[in-house]
């Protein structure tokens, strides 16, 4: 092929390169031809789709000034600065709902059974073990059978087997504070229900003995953030 081709030898050198991109074109060679408008093709097509990407990519040199005089103070510790708006309030992305505590009145608490108060919180003298004990809890004296009543509205989040074959149900009244009842026989609530104070857990059964106690009784422990809290003082 050119320019070692005798045929094309003496000829004007824009003659002899015509001819010979003529014939390397549509000459034997078709194979080169369709690679080479195949790879122009394709880096023209690679080329145009680069710049349009590049004009459309979002500008992430954005300079933004931040005013310290007006920076929220409840932005995590750690964290980039906090951005606020034109009405001063915090940025989307920083908003948490604010949940107001559940209204809890202790002072309104219903006695779950109305019997005899037979221990209260705190150090104890056990009639069974013949010693002084810490009772997280209060012992209210009943006999099996007796209707036991939730001291304050709430949510039931525990129905389970108990000591003696009893049931024990523990309910969650919010703000922190819980109360369990064990020595139950029968149950008539279940875990996710809600109830009022004074509604019906269930019926009292067979409970003496288990926490140094001799009468039949139901045990009802109170916490506030695990704190056991002496219920006496709130009885109506």
């Not at 092929?1 to 000829?11: A, S, V």
Request: hydrophobic share 35%.
């Amino acid at each position: 092929m050119w320019p070692f081709e005798d045929t094309l030898r003496g000829q004007d050198p824009i003659r002899k390169f015509r001819e010979w991109l003529k014939k390397w074109l549509f000459g034997g060679n078709r194979l080169y031809t369709v690679a080479t408008i195949v790879l122009v093709a394709a880096v023209s097509l690679l080329s145009a789709y680069g710049f349009y990407a590049w004009q459309k990519a979002p500008n992430t040199g954005e300079v933004v000034t931040i005013n310290k005089g007006t920076l929220p103070t409840n932005c995590p510790q750690g964290q980039p600065p906090c951005r606020q708006n034109n009405n001063n309030q915090a940025a989307p992305n920083q908003t948490r709902p604010s949940l107001a505590p559940v209204e809890v009145k202790p002072e309104e608490m219903v006695k779950p059974v109305m019997g005899p108060v037979l221990t209260s919180v705190g150090m104890t003298f056990s009639q069974v073990f013949k010693d002084y004990r810490y009772n997280t809890g209060v012992a209210l004296g009943a006999k099996p059978g007796t209707e036991v009543k939730v001291i304050m509205p709430g949510t039931v989040t525990l129905v389970a087997s108990g000591e003696q074959g009893t049931r024990q149900v523990n309910i969650d009244h919010g703000n922190g504070w819980q109360s369990s009842y064990s020595g139950l026989d029968q149950v008539q609530v279940k875990a996710g229900q809600k109830l009022a104070a004074g509604a019906v857990l269930g019926t009292l059964g067979q409970y003496q003995r288990t926490d140094g106690v001799l009468e039949n009784h139901l045990y009802l422990k109170v916490t506030r953030y695990g704190k056991p809290i002496d219920p006496n003082i709130y009885w109506k």
